[in-house]
């Protein structure tokens, strides 16, 4: 079992990225007992300017579609929702926050007591449903 998360950091060491500025993320697979680094994704200075342009962000979350959860000092009203929307859940951190110390409390909270998103993320995976199931949320037919 594990689970791939996302940290919008410029240096790979800590979170100190706008989530729509984003230069790069760094994305870790988190198992029972380990994280290691699996993909770092840069962008250029067009995908990344805080123009308004709404189109700019499908790009990035398009390349976070296999992430549980995604860390950001920052993130807009309109990302969240296109971001739950694809089962990523946005996590607002303070400036240079320590990937490390967050993939560490991560493991921890993975063996004792999971947030909820993470348990819907590994539910996803154990039943092959990227979108989870109707039965799960609360739908009948």
Not at 89 to 118: C, H
Request: glycine share 8%; net charge negative.
């Amino acid at each position: 079992m594990s689970v791939k998360i996302a940290f919008a950091s410029s240096d790979r060491r800590q979170v100190d990225q706008h989530f729509g500025a984003a230069e790069s993320f760094a994305i870790y697979e988190l198992s029972d007992d380990d994280a290691r680094l699996v993909e770092v994704a840069e962008f250029t200075d067009s995908d990344t300017a805080m123009d308004g342009h709404e189109g700019k962000l499908a790009g990035k979350i398009d390349l976070l579609q296999e992430c549980a959860a995604v860390y950001c000092n920052a993130v807009g009203a309109s990302a969240i929702k296109q971001l739950l929307a694809r089962g990523i859940q946005p996590l607002k951190v303070e400036e240079g926050t320590l990937i490390d110390t967050l993939l560490g409390e991560l493991n921890q909270s993975l063996q004792t007591s999971p947030p909820a998103w993470m348990v819907k993320q590994i539910k996803r995976q154990n039943t092959g449903d990227r979108f989870g199931s109707m039965a799960e949320e609360g739908w009948e037919e």
